[in-house]
């Protein structure tokens, strides 16, 4: 089985590559804000239980959403592989993904992350803020606020990885191919 964490800080690629990977190796897409969103229509205790959360402004604990994770792997126990998108997001939530997918006979493939400058994150975004007319793309404060975000609690995830030879850093400037052919042998590591 494929299980990859596609990374990078917002506006480096990953929705693109993201979609790509999936069409190449047949992978299920793990969003979690749309697990969430799932659950929550579905009227499930965790989405009930994530609701009354959001609802409140807080944050729905990792372990609801490492509990939605194990519903969708379950939900899907003949998936070659997924792809996991915007999880995990710190050290202690890769450490619960290792082991709820260690408990069920699974893990990690490897994570690949998209390295991009600031200033061409902040351009990137800014042209999908005009395109999409997503309100967080089209301030540049609340641009630099997320990639320094990014920076000062997500990045550390990479190291967690990197500790189990399980990280790969791609150059995420370029054509959408050469990034892609790159991602691609990455990959044809971590199958070895």
């Known amino acids: 089985m494929l299980n990859l964490v596609l990374f990078g800080p917002p506006g480096a690629g990953k929705g693109t590559q993201s979609k790509k990977l999936i069409e190449k190796y047949d992978l299920i897409h793990l969003s979690t804000g749309d697990l969430l ?6 009227g499930t205790d965790l989405g009930l239980e994530a609701k009354k959360l959001m609802d ?3 944050l729905v604990p990792d372990a609801v959403v490492i509990g939605m994770i194990s ?3 379950d939900a899907n126990k003949e998936a070659k592989g997924f792809i996991f998108d915007g999880f995990p997001r710190t050290v202690a939530q890769a450490e619960a993904l290792d082991q709820l997918l260690e408990s069920k006979q699974s893990a990690i493939s490897g994570m690949t992350a998209l390295e991009v400058n600031d200033d061409e994150l902040e351009r990137r975004l800014l042209e999908r803020g005009k395109e ?4 967080d793309d089209a301030n540049p404060e609340v641009i630099r606020k997320r990639i320094k975000e990014y920076n000062d609690k997500t990045a550390p995830v990479a190291g967690f990885y990197q500790n189990q030879n399980k990280f790969k850093n791609i150059n995420g400037v370029g054509s959408v191919e050469d990034i892609f052919g790159a991602i691609i042998d990455v990959i044809e590591e971590y199958s070895k």
């Not at 969103?37 to 579905?42: D, K, L």
């Not at 999409?132 to 309100?135: E, M, Q, V």
């Open 56 to 58: 409140d402004g807080k």
């Open 37 to 42: 969103r799932g659950e929550i229509a579905q």
């Open 71 to 73: 519903n969708k792997l």
């Open 132 to 135: 999409s007319g997503r309100p």
